[in-house]
Structures are given as structure tokens and as C-alpha cells.
DNA sequence: ATCCACACTTTGAACGGTCCAATGATGCTC
DNA sequence: GAGCATCATTGGACCGTTCAAAGTGTGGAT
């Protein structure tokens, strides 16, 4: 068991103080480059990293992120934010901060859960996900004056915070066009109802596309319940009808792998259907979809909430990110 | 902004000293009966918590779990790693512990994490998941006397160290079971080729159950890629052989999909395909399937881990579980 | 020679808890 | 009521770091 290393560890073994220590680390430029650079090989050497408990007695800053784990709520899709948890732990990692879990089955346990972190670890910051209508996080956060981002814009709230998405109109835009360009003229919707917001915003790109194609989207969507089954269902009914879509644009993969279903079942070995948000089972079934990007969606969130803890920069820096289509057999 | 809310402000507020609050905490025995009902009504008043990082300067103690955070590796299957951290948040939670998260693509990059981890937040323990054969990192553990529990057996160690696992032999010997007693003879396994480990118990309980019930399992079964084209191509072929399984256990969710298909292509509306891991997709599409208790094992985790951080109980205790059932329209 | 500015480095205190040793209060026995 | 054990509470040191302020040495200007 080797003593552990401390500060002072280094500080002897260099011949220097202990802050002087402390300077390499945070404030380089005070100290002279000789200096510097003989401190920084015996902190290689040994292998010190300081000690974020003591750091954070006395600086007040943990160098730790909240993040909420969200259950698997829509199937299929709510992978998604667990990828986007990896990417956030990789990118926060880079900026020197780790990610502390939390779980709260809804809002109101979500806000009991940032008064139980900040007053135990005292995360710097957190990052929310799945925003909605009437969200009643973001008020706290602002009122506390905590620092936070969100991955989603503010929907229906004023625009008070930091924001990062994904413009999904453009991501539909981008998959009706590919359908529109294979020959397909009537190209549907398959969409869920769950309000307006992330579901109207995928919609709205359809409606786009099509109509700078100067084509008429009237009779061509169907919205169902976010499951495989409903999507099955209502593509079949869409497809049997006479003057019903020959192609599908999907506003979730679990609808897709329905509509692709049915195609299959009716004979289609490559079904002219195309999902989003490019989950494994698209990945798996050979689906065309449309992929956020994640990886960078999850750099932005980290940079807003540097920026926000820095205090440089604006205070309300938003990040509307362009998803992009992932081609593979289906579409 | 109010002012913080220190063990000192409780200690004058409650008028005892502040190692009576710290009592009443950590060693309530220590405090008589009266004082400690007061005291604790101030620290609910003033939503007082503890500070970790104080907390930790002294004692040692983070009450922090290191967990990696997997890339969605297998697609589908993938997904139950990220329930398992749900869960395991909050049996954490329960026990005051947070979880903090770290990336890493293999073995030898988390076991400088371990080292990144330890020296600056110095969790108490980790959670290894994805146990297999050749592991480096509990060897690395293990010298260094760094607390852990993993879930996976250890494949191939020597078994020294606690873990929780789920018994995959008898979710298999389920799922034949319950085909066999729907009426079919040649019940087949469609597995994946994963070297030994998980892909072997689940065979073995295939194996098992058709010896149990007098039949022979030879030329019933294939081993593929664990994806669902994959799938979906071995069954096909399994299906269209004429000695070839009416049903089919699979090793995956991914595996069962692409059996689900074919099946479906034949004209079969209800497939005879049982999945394990009740992933969503599963449920998306009507699955039976063999589910993993994710939560118990996440309390065990969580216990055993705990055991190992008090200092009670033996070195190294094991947890098997047994999975179940959810039966759906398949199967 | 003295003073000052400058660049760099060191010193001492503080952060908010817990550990340890010691003290005060209480009840019991003889 | 003295002696003793037991329980409850107290005071002070300490964990490893950063902050604020004070200390060193060098060189140039007066």
C-alpha cells in the first residue's frame, strides 16, 4: 500500500512550496517556465492528480456535472439519451469534469434531487434532457441561480437558458427529399401526437419538403401512439389505400420498423421507409433514418456550461445542430 | 442567496456542540434519545446535508461508486446495460451513494481510469460490468485493494472477488420449456458464438431442458452473429430444413428479431421465437422473451458492495439469479 | 547607495466536516 | 457521600487544497 501522494509530496520532492505546487496546476503563468516545467515532471513522475475533495472546500468548485438517468420510457427511442449520457460523459471527461447519476421519476423529484446534490457534492452544474411543455426544472435552476443546459429547446417557456437540439425539421426535410428524388410522389408522415414540439418540429420538415416540391401533403399522415405495433397498423392502412402514400417518413424508428414491417409483409424487400434518430434496431433491420449528432450535441452542452461557469460569454448561448441521414436499405 | 448551511449553524441553532450533530449522523447510539429527536428536527428545518467533500477530507469516505459507462456495443442487447445503471442508481441512492460515471474503450484504458478516478475522487468502490475471460481489470483491483462487485461471473478466473450474475441456463431451460409444452418437438437454439461465457450457459439450459424431456438436441441448433440479419437468415434456413426446429429459443433479442421476421415472412402470425433480455424492441414487437432481474441484481451489487466497505461478511460472496419469463404473443 | 517596480515564491489562514481524547453528568454500590 | 462505571457531550487537531497577503531577489532609475 503505497502512502498516498499528496501536494506536499510534491512540493519537497520538487524544493518548492506547496503553493507554488498549486500554481503549476491552476495559475501557470505565475511561475517562472524553469520552474514549471521541473514541477510538472515530478508530478508525472509520481503521478499526482489533486485531490478534488480538499479542492472543492476551498474553491466551492467540484469539477462534477448532474445528470439525470432516464428509464427506458419509449422503448426503442430512449436509447437515444443513454447515448447521449456516453457522449456527455466522454465530452465532460475532456473538459476535466465527471458525470454524478441521478434519478427521478418526474419533475417535481427531479428538483428534490438538485437540492439533495447541491447541498451534498455540489455539482458545478447539470445538464437536462427530454424538456417539455410546462417544465417546471428550468424555473428552479434559473431562481437558485444554478448553472445548467439543456439538450432541447425551451418549448412553449421563455428562452431564458442555455439550449442545445437538433433542428429535426431538417432532418425530415432531408429524408422526404430522398424519398422524393428515388420517384416516390406521394410521400407520407407517420408521426406521434405527443403535442407540439418535438413531434411538430419533425413534421413541419415534411410539410416543407413537399411543398417546395410544389406537391400537396393533404391525406398523407397518420399519427399513432410511439409503438412498433401502431406504426405496423397504421402504415398498413396508409399503404392499402388507394390514393395513400407509396413512401414513409417516420418521426421515430419504432414507428419505422412498424411501417417497414407491414412493406416486408406485403411483399417489399426494400421498404421506400425512413425513421429517425438511428436507434440499433434501425442499425439491425437495415433502416434508413436520420441520425442526430450526438457526439457534438454533447460537446456544445459541455462548452455552454464551461462558458456559463467562466462567466465569459453571453448568458443564453444557444445550438441548433443539423442531423443527417444515415442510408442503408430501406429508403 | 441564502447563506450555506453548515454542521456549525445546525450545532448553534439545536444549541449542542457540532460533534453532536456529526453524532447524531454518523453514530446516532452515541446520542441520547431527546437530544437526537431535536437535533434532527433543526437539520430538517434547515435542509441541512452533510458536505462530502468535508465529509471525505477527514474520514476518507466519498460515498461514490465509479461505473463505466458502455458504448451501445451490440445494439439491441446493449440496451440492458444502460437499465442495469438505471437501476443501479438508484440502489445506490437508497444506500447513499452517488454514482459517477467514466468512459473507456477497453480494458487497459479503464484501468488508468480506475487510477484517474481514484486519485482525484477516490471513489469507495466500482461496479465492473461485462465480465470475460482474460479480464484485466479485477487483477488490477484485486493488488490494489480497491473495494468491487461485478456483474458477470468471473469467466475463467480464479473467483475471488464478490459478483452478481443471472442465471442464464435456467432462462433458456424456461424458454424450452414453455415451447415444449405448447406442442412442439424440435425445439432449435439459435445462439451467437461468443467463446464461452454467457453464450455457452444459455445453451446449456437449451440442452438441458430437451434432455429432461427425452429428446435430441443434435442438429437443432446454430451459432451466428448476434445480429438480426443474421438471425433472420440462420432461422430461415433452420426453418426450411425438414428436420429442422418448428421453434426457437434464442440467445438475443437481436437473434429472436431476425427469427421473428422470417417466421412472419412464412405466413406464421404468432412465431414460436423466445428472445432473452426483454430488451424493448422485444416488447415493441411482441416478444416473448427471457428477462434478467436488473433491479435485484443492482440491490445485490449494491449490498454486496457495501458488505465489502463495512468490513463485514465474507470476502467473497456470490449472487446467482434467476431470470424469468414475460411471456408475449410470440411463443 | 537608496528606493521602487516587477516577477516570482512563500507563508498563514480558511474551507466543513470527522477523529480522538478528555470532560461533565448521572446513577449505582457499599 | 465517596468511588466507580456508563453515557452524553465537548474542544481541538487534522484532512489537502486554494486564497490573500506578505516575502524574496533582481535590475533600473534617482
Redesign the pocket.
Known amino acids: 500500500m503505497p502512502p498516498?501522494v499528496?501536494?506536499?509530496t510534491v512540493a519537497r520532492r520538487a524544493?518548492?512550496?506547496?503553493?507554488?505546487v498549486?500554481?503549476v496546476?491552476?495559475s501557470p503563468h505565475?511561475?517562472?517556465?524553469?520552474?514549471r516545467a521541473q514541477v510538472q515532471a515530478i508530478i508525472d513522475e509520481l503521478g499526482?492528480r489533486?485531490?478534488q475533495a480538499?479542492?472543492q472546500?476551498?474553491?466551492g468548485r467540484s469539477r462534477l456535472l448532474g445528470v439525470r438517468i432516464e428509464p427506458a420510457r419509449d422503448g426503442i427511442n430512449g436509447n437515444i439519451l443513454d447515448r447521449f449520457l456516453h457522449e456527455l460523459t466522454e465530452a465532460a471527461a475532456q473538459a476535466q469534469f465527471r458525470i454524478v447519476l441521478y434519478a427521478a421519476p418526474d419533475d417535481h423529484a427531479e428538483i428534490r434531487a438538485y437540492e439533495d446534490l447541491l447541498a451534498s457534492y455540489s455539482p458545478d452544474g447539470f445538464v437536462l434532457t427530454s424538456t417539455h411543455h410546462g417544465d417546471a426544472r428550468t424555473g428552479w435552476l434559473l431562481e437558485k441561480r444554478v448553472p445548467f443546459v439543456t439538450f432541447g429547446r425551451p418549448w412553449g417557456s421563455p428562452d431564458l437558458h442555455p439550449w442545445v437540439d437538433v433542428d429535426g425539421a431538417a432532418g425530415t426535410v432531408l429524408a422526404t427529399q430522398r424519398l422524393l428524388a428515388a420517384g416516390h410522389v406521394r410521400v407520407g408522415f407517420l408521426g406521434s401526437p405527443e403535442g407540439a414540439g418535438v413531434a411538430d418540429d419533425r413534421r413541419d420538415g415534411w410539410v416543407t419538403a413537399l411543398r417546395h416540391a410544389g406537391l400537396d401533403a393533404s391525406g398523407l399522415e397518420r399519427h399513432v401512439a410511439d409503438t412498433v405495433s401502431d406504426g405496423e397498423r397504421a402504415a398498413a392502412e396508409m399503404f392499402a389505400h388507394p390514393q395513400g402514400p407509396t413512401a414513409l417518413v417516420c418521426a421515430s424508428d419504432s414507428l419505422a420498423l412498424g411501417a417497414w414491417h407491414t412493406a416486408r409483409l406485403r411483399g417489399d424487400t426494400q421498404p421506400a421507409v425512413i425513421g429517425f434518430d438511428d436507434t440499433p434496431v434501425a442499425r439491425a433491420v437495415g433502416l434508413t433514418t436520420v441520425a442526430q449528432p450526438l457526439a457534438a450535441v454533447a460537446q456544445a452542452c459541455v462548452r455552454l456550461l464551461t462558458g456559463l461557469l467562466d462567466g465569459d460569454g453571453p448568458r443564453h448561448e444557444h445550438v441548433l445542430l443539423d442531423p443527417h441521414l444515415v442510408v442503408r436499405d430501406s429508403g
Open positions: 498516498k499528496t501536494i506536499r524544493g518548492v512550496s506547496v503553493q507554488t498549486s500554481n496546476l491552476n505565475l511561475v517562472r517556465q524553469e520552474t499526482y489533486a485531490s480538499a479542492r472546500m476551498r474553491s
